[in-house]
Structures are given as C-alpha cells and as structure tokens.
C-alpha cells in the first residue's frame, strides 16, 4: 500500500482509534492552542493519565504543513516538554509514531516520589504542603496516605521509621500527587485512586 494511497489516512486513523482511543490520545492539532498552552495542556494531561495507570497515549500536536514556513510551534514545544517530563519520572520513554504524533509511555505512579530535584528544570515545582492541607484530608484518605508513606520507608530501608519521618513522608506523597490531579472533579477521589495505583505498584514489586 503506497503512503499517498487515499485509503492509507483513514484506515490508519481506525487503527489509531482501536490502540489508543478516545480518552488516551490527545489531539492539539484539532484544538489550536499555542506553543506555550500546548505545554501546559499536555503536561497537565500526561499527569492525569499517569495517576490513572494509562500505559501509553498518544499526543497529536500537527507538523505545521498549513503554516507559512512549514513550522509547528506546538510540536516543537511538545519535543521541548517530553524529556523534562521523562527526567521528572512522569513518562518514561516517547518516541516519533508519525511526523505529526508521538507515543508516549507514562511512568509509574510511585516514580514520582523518586523524581530528583533539577535546578535546570524550568517545569512547575511541587507546592510545598501546609500541615493544615493534610488535616483536612478524611480519615480514609489520610490512612491510604500514611499506609503508602510506610512502604516507600520500607523499599528505602527504613523498617522502623519515626512518627516525624513518616509524616514527612506523608507530606512528600501528598505534595507530589497532588501536583498530577485534575483541576476539576472531585480531586480527594481522585488522590485516592492515585495512591491505591502507588500501593499496587509497591506490592507488585515485592
């Protein structure tokens, strides 16, 4: 089948459309965004999609062939942003699947309380979490959190950890989830269902 086949684009979208669909792939090209909301956008979703155990997205960002110059200022900032986020450990490989697409594999969910601080890195930082932020959690949730602070103690080798050690764990976990939960929506579920991905991911490693 020759690429400028006709029937070549619309039985590769249906391919597309069976391996990623609706909800993993995320089409820049169709919203128009700029470079710089194209960035944040993506970043923001490629963190949702991590803290639900999505394995791998597809990001559609154009080649720029409808622009004057043939350039895409959306893609080239998406080809900025992906290896910030892979050093962030919110992805962990992205690879070229067509001239105006990537594929992009999320990390795991426990990666991101073992991202190193880069001073390079020009990304938003993770808020520092105010002792009240936890005392509002539920009691649940607060459980949950504690719970996996104790086992990321326990894969550091830190069988009897402190009370002041674990709740600076807490404050860690917290911080870093919290920075990949959507705006919208109930954000304590979503943390939640973010923390139980963590645990089985610990669990799995055991």
Known sequence: MRPDDPYV?????AFDELRFGATRTLNLRAQQPTATQAATQTEAWLRTQQVQGVAEVLVITGRGLRSYDGYSPVREAIVKLLPSLRRRNVISTFEEYTPGSFVVTLAAVRA???APSRRRERGPRTPAVAPAALAALDDETKRQLRDLAMMALAVLGI????????EDEMH????????????????????????MRAAEEYESDR
Do not use: Y
């Not at 684009?9 to 979208?13: D, E």
């Not at 069988?159 to 674990?166: E, L």
């Open 159 to 166: 069988q009897s950890p402190t009370p002041s050690q674990v």
């Open 9 to 13: 684009a619309p039985i590769k979208r």
């Open 112 to 114: 991101l309380f073992e």
């Open 172 to 195: 860690r976990q917290f911080a870093a989830l919290s920075a990949s939960l959507a705006d919208n929506g109930d954000r304590e579920a979503m943390l939640q269902q973010a923390m």
